[in-house]
């Protein structure tokens, strides 16, 4: 079918090159040429700049135009020689080298891994036998550190290349003995080569050049001579620091072109965005039938436009004309392929011609199908598997899963960077009534066929079509390349017609039943126009038309149509007492290849089929139902595919069907059947059976729009079901997937792990099911559910994974999922996988969720920029492994939310929530029964009206909480970190605890051992835990506090804090802010280092400070002061490292105070004094210690005030222990004073020390 055309260059638009492949009648609008860029251009040498030369004068001296440089020759003895003109240059100047070489040092901004271009144009060059023969080399002699083109190898005659020193390659096309341009690209890693035009592949480099030198004519390092250099003719060479754009290139190109007259294309890599491209046909006439039009690109990401003087702004498209509107056939190939693709990489549409097609190549950016609005189209969808799906009017009609019938390797890549052909047919049915479709796909390099399909279009008709063939851009799209495009139209041959005699009753064949008293003859088109009429033997087998515009007719034997025959209801009603066979060359068993498909189309009037209906008999067959109705009685089953190796296809795009009988469809081995559904009403009593049970049949039902209502629904292996955008479709009965006697539930892979065990719900899709749904059902099996439109599922149970594995995807800001009991991971007998993923503004709502649920599950949950709401529990790793990652996400759930539930010894649990919110009714639970691990990252909340616990019981031991920037609000009963079992608790950042409760407060409730490492944030105790004498509590455990506030308690509300057992609080860093009474066991320890701050009203227990500061007032508001009491019951104890600090508000007239009920010993430390001098007044006192139980201190004291301080501090003692500080502007009091004084009162080792506030 291909044809090899010329192919012919032309200028455009400024900054544009156009390769087409010529078509009669048909021309490139040409403009003015293109001006170089400029934008980082650092190299240009031109041979055209040079004068004063005559022919063959040796060149000492070439002139960068770009920046001055001057490319010295490096020998007396061997220079290049000048020429004027070179005919393999289209007439321009160049020099030639022969073992010559120009020299210039520099870097010129192409340094390190750095993108670059570099080009080069030379003629005529010879080979030497030398390993690289070079135009340009540059950089360093060393591995890796060296760039530029050569145009010879030693073995391998004009093999252009890149030698980066020590490593090296080939461009995957060769040069010319003639002229040539070649242009390099580094980028990203990879280099790029284009040679004459064509893209030679793209090379993996490593890049790190040092470019100190740039050699013309030589390889680096040449001493005092060339080596390894081009031996020809040199014109220019380009060099830029950074790698060109699509449209830059297109530009250098164009003035390479209109200088040399030499083409260089650009890549399939490469960005074409801003080229303006445009193809007019001669004198603005279209295309008529016969002709061939076609683009060559290599670049499907631009956007070439095919104009004509009818049509303007719509992209990529060749106008059909001449086409008969009742038959003809359109055809063509085109070569195709992608690289690394990720979603829809290309497409091709024929559309009416009163049809905008501008935006019909499918806009999805992430893989989902892609919409074909108005058109047929061919989409290459790739994103999860190499699959061509086929479309018309935008509804699906087809798929093919690209197979090189390789068992060991059944898919063909089509992202693999290999080009394959498409080859397509479009035959336009007999009397307008759609048509035809054949579409192959094979590999160009080899011929295999590894796809194929065919199969009917209802209401297709070629018109005046437009053809558009679109790479994807944008998304996670690939690049496309399109080349060899050829169309062809053709018209059939004309009809001969004649009618069916009003009232006659009598068989179909017998011509005294026609007007023209014959028999219909083949090819012809004959009419049933009204009446009333009995037919029997009513065999339409001679590829004729019959058409039923009125009347009444009964057909009181078997009703068969034959291969390439049509039957075609448009009015009327024609009612069927037996067997309906659509595609019947002979009532024989056995499938007749090559005698055609047969159609029978309701497009208004009733069918009525009262027995057997078979779709698919010993022929291809179609029924297409647009208006009207199809009405089937009678136990008899409809069957689609009832021979081995026959082609059935039911398609409704309208109308009304109802049906009390079984349909099948698929039923025979072999056999490749398909039922559509994209409007009308479709009602069916009884079940649909999709496949057969042996699993051999090619079967598919596909909803994509209208309503469907059914009893039930079984697909077998091979078998799929597909419900559209659009589409309803309710199941009032049973529903399974993959296997034929499970009745009770819908099974999406029963017995099977083939990947095609899908059920897709589009978008704008409703799915309802009031019965179990299970994913995955039999051990080994695979069954996968993607939902980008709605699905209501109203009884337990949503199972992903029972035995087998599953996966379900809920995808798009307009897909939901309604359920119940949702299980990842169901069955304990065995190793079940169950993969649930909520993405791209998904909801989803369940009545629970467990995420690996049973001993030997696994489940995994991915929640990303969507919403999901559990109407109860929420279990991440239940009982077996279980895993959760939740982004830029809402959760609420109205149950617990347990990390690790179940004993699960060896079991992963974990959930890591970022920039996400979760809103929890009961309890949280990190690590119930078993170990649980949770990350809150970014921003994350969990708020919970329960409790919130980490380590509930023993087998929980291990868990882990980290809170990283986030927010945790308990407003329940009990936030209890390793509550019964050992865990480990970090916060850092901004991270927030707020507990509200009224239970208990604490880490460690029965005894196991506990680590909280608080590293920053805040922890606020906000209520009075109801347990444990209102006390919030360590038992068993230690926290670490190196950062952060802790607040137990808050303004008003004094809490107290319990360690307990052996419970040890280390404080390092931060505050810690008691309201109420601090105190501990005999066996627990507190320590104080550092800078860290304790701020308590009471603490009951002997206190040693060896560090860290002592500051009785609760700073709440931010104001200059905060004074407060803290009170020492017991002893109290100040070593060397340890501060007091005493804040003096004299404003308010009131100050710090530190009150020691038992014995205190100052050992050392300091006092430090906190005021604002320019609010005190001389006379002002304030008691600011209180020792009740006497004072230790040594005979040693130091003071030191500030010199701007103009007030002094005097100190006073009562017998009762109190000390008061006041202030004298007068007193000068000597050293020694402030000995006695304090010395007195046992403070003689404590420095007392000011500070402004």
């Keep these: 079918m291909k044809k090899v055309l010329t192919a012919v260059r032309r200028f455009c638009v400024p900054g544009a090159l156009l390769w087409a492949i010529a078509a009669p009648g048909m021309s490139v609008n040409c403009v003015a040429a293109p001006v170089l860029p400029t934008d980082g251009l650092v190299i240009q040498l031109d041979a055209g700049t040079l004068t004063g030369f005559n022919d063959g004068d040796e060149i000492t001296s070439w002139i960068s135009s770009a920046d001055g440089t001057a490319f010295t020759n490096i020998s007396d003895t061997s220079k290049p020689q000048y020429y004027s003109s070179v005919a393999n240059l289209g007439g321009q100047a160049a020099l030639y080298f022969d073992s010559d070489c120009l020299k210039a040092n520099g870097t010129f901004g192409v340094s390190g891994s750095n993108g670059r271009t570099v080009i080069a144009v030379w003629a005529d060059a010879v080979n030497t036998g030398a390993n690289y023969q070079h135009v340009i080399h540059m950089g360093n002699n060393a591995t890796d550190q060296a760039y530029g ?166 992209s990529n498209y060749a106008y059909l004309s ?93 992202k693999g960077g290999n080009w394959f052909t498409t080859q397509f047919q479009i035959d336009y049915r007999t009397g307008g009534y759609g048509a035809d479709v054949d579409l192959v796909l094979y590999d160009t390099a080899t011929g295999g066929i590894f796809g194929t399909w065919s199969g009917y279009v209802d209401g297709m008709t070629p018109g005046n079509s437009q053809l558009l063939l679109r790479g994807r851009n944008g998304g996670q799209t690939t690049n496309a390349d399109f080349d060899n495009i050829q169309v062809k139209y053709e018209d059939a041959a004309p009809l001969v017609t004649q009618t069916w005699l009003t009232d006659k009753s009598g068989n179909l064949n017998d011509g005294a039943n026609w007007e023209t008293g014959t028999a219909l003859p083949e090819n012809a088109l004959g009419y049933i126009t009204g009446g009333t009429q009995t037919i029997g033997g009513f065999n339409l087998l001679n590829s004729s038309v019959l058409i039923h515009s009125g009347g009444t007719t009964t057909v009181s034997s078997g009703l068969n149509v034959g291969g390439g025959s049509d039957l075609n209801i448009t009015g009327g009603t024609m009612t069927a007492n037996f067997a309906i066979r659509i595609g019947s060359d002979s009532v024989a068993d056995g499938y007749i290849p090559g005698s055609g498909r047969a159609i029978l189309s309701v497009d208004g009037g009733t069918l009525n089929a009262k027995d057997y209906l078979a779709i698919g008999f010993s022929a291809d067959g179609v029924l297409n139902l647009k208006n009207g109705s199809i009405v089937k009685t009678g136990g008899n089953a409809v069957i689609l595919g009832d021979r081995d190796n026959a082609q059935a296809v039911y398609n409704q795009f309208g109308g009304t069907f109802s049906s009390a009988s079984p349909i099948l469809i698929g039923n025979k081995a072999g056999t490749q059947a ?267 909340a969990i708020t919970t009206n329960g409790s919130f616990m980490v380590a509930n019981n023993k087998g929980a031991a291990g868990s882990t909480l980290l809170i990283e920037d986030s927010t945790i609000n308990v407003k329940g009963a009990h936030l209890l970190f390793a509550r019964n079992g050992s865990s480990t608790v970090t916060m850092r950042g901004d991270s927030v605890i707020n507990y509200s409760g009224t239970g208990v407060c604490g880490i460690g409730e029965f005894g196991d051992n506990g680590v909280f490492n608080m590293e920053g944030g805040t922890f606020n105790v906000n209520s009075i835990p109801k347990s444990y004498d209102g006390y919030a509590l360590m038992r068993t455990s230690v926290q670490n506090q190196s950062g952060g506030t802790m607040n137990i308690g808050k303004k008003d509300l004094a809490v107290n804090l319990q360690l307990k057992a052996s419970s040890q609080y280390d404080l390092s860093g931060g505050t810690l802010n008691v309201t109420g009474t601090m105190n501990k066991d005999s066996g627990a320890k507190f320590t104080m280092t550092n800078d860290a701050v304790l701020s308590a009203n009471n603490v009951a227990f002997d206190f040693a400070q060896d560090g860290g500061i002592i500051s009785p007032g609760i700073n709440w508001d931010g104001s200059d002061f905060a004074i407060g009491t803290t009170t020492f019951q017991n002893g109290y104890t100040l070593n060397d490292g340890g501060t007091i600090r005493l804040e003096v508000d004299a404003e308010n007239a009131q100050a710090d105070k530190i009150i020691v009920d038992g014995a205190a010993v100052l050992n050392g430390g300091v006092i430090d004094l906190v005021y604002d001098p320019d609010l005190l007044t001389n006379g002002m006192a304030f008691e600011m210690l209180q020792f009740n139980g006497g004072v230790q201190g040594l005979d040693k004291i130091e003071l030191t005030l500030p010199e701007d301080d103009n007030y002094l501090w005097n100190v006073s003692w009562t017998d009762t222990g109190i000390v008061t500080f006041s202030v004298d502007g007068n007193a000068v009091p000597e050293p020694a004073a402030w000995v006695l004084l304090l010395a007195g009162l046992g403070l003689g080792s404590c420095m007392l020390r000011n500070r402004k506030k």
Aim: hydrophobic share 35%; proline share 1%; with cysteine.
């Design 674 to 940: 398909e039922m559509n559904i994209s409007g009308g009403t479709f009602t069916n009593a009884n079940t649909i059976s999709v496949g057969i049970a042996a699993g051999t049949a090619d079967a598919a039902l596909n909803i994509t729009g209208g309503t469907a209502v059914t009893k039930g629904i079984t697909v077998h292996k091979g078998g799929k079901l597909t419900v559209g955008s659009g589409a309803k479709l309710t199941v009032n009965s049973d529903t399974s997937i993959a296997h034929s006697s499970l009745q009770d539930r819908l099974v999406i892979g029963y017995n099977t792990n083939d990947p095609g065990n899908k059920v897709v719900i589009s978008e704008g899709a409703t799915f309802t099911s009031n019965k179990t749904i299970a994913l995955g059902y039999a051990a080994g099996s695979y069954g996968e559910l993607v939902v980008n439109g709605t699905m209501n599922h109203t009884v337990d149970h949503f199972l992903i994974g029972f035995m087998g594995e599953g996966k379900v995807t809920v995808s798009g800001k307009n897909a939901s999922v309604t359920t119940k009991n949702t299980i990842l991971g169901d069955n304990a007998g065995g190793n079940c996988v169950g993969t649930l993923e909520i993405l791209d503004g998904a909801k989803f709502n369940a009545s629970r969720l467990s995420v690996g649920d049973k001993n030997t599950a696994t489940g995994t949950l991915k929640i990303e920029n969507s919403t999901a709401s559990i109407g109860g529990d929420i279990f991440i790793g239940n009982a077996g492994n279980g895993t959760a990652a939740i982004t830029n996400s809402t959760l609420t759930g109205t149950g617990t939310y347990v990390v690790g539930g179940a004993a699960n010894s060896g079991k992963t649990a974990k959930i890591v929530m970022d920039a996400s919110t979760a809103t929890i009714t009961k309890d949280v639970n990190v690590g119930n029964n078993g170990v649980g691990h949770m990350e809150l990252l970014n921003g994350s």
């Design 322 to 414: 001449g086409a008969n509107s009742a038959t003809g056939t359109i055809s063509g190939t085109y070569d195709l392929r992608f690289s690394n693709a990720a979603a829809d990489g290309a497409s091709f549409i024929l559309a009416g011609d009163a049809v905008d097609i501008t935006n019909n190549y499918g806009s999805s950016p992430n893989g989902e199908t892609p919409s074909f609005a108005d058109s047929f189209g061919i989409g290459y969808t790739i994103y999860q598997k190499n699959q061509v799906a086929l479309y018309w009017d935008g509804k699906q009609i087809g798929t093919i899963n690209t197979t090189d019938g390789n068992a060991a390797n059944p898919q063909y890549d089509l």
């Design 149 to 314: 083109i050569s145009v010879n190898r030693k073995d391998n005659t004009n093999a252009v290349g890149n030698h980066s020193w020590g490593n090296g390659a080939n461009a995957a096309l060769k040069a010319t003995s003639a002229g040539n341009t070649a242009a390099f690209t580094y980028t990203g890693g990879k280099d790029y080569f284009i040679v004459n035009g064509e893209y030679g592949g793209a090379w993996s480099r490593n890049l790190n050049t040092a470019a100190n030198t740039t050699l013309i004519g030589s390889r680096l390092d040449p001493g005092a001579s060339s080596t390894e250099g081009i031996k020809g003719y040199v014109a220019e060479v380009l060099v830029y620091d950074r790698p060109l754009t699509g449209a830059e290139m297109l530009a250098v190109n164009s003035y390479i072109n209109n200088k040399y007259s030499l083409g260089m294309t650009t890549g399939i890599d490469m960005d074409l965005t801003g080229a303006q491209i445009s193809l007019d046909f001669e004198n603005g006439d279209p295309m008529t039938g016969g002709q061939y039009v076609g683009l060559q690109t290599e670049n499907g990401n631009t956007s070439l436009r095919l104009l004509d003087s009818s049509k303007t702004n719509v």
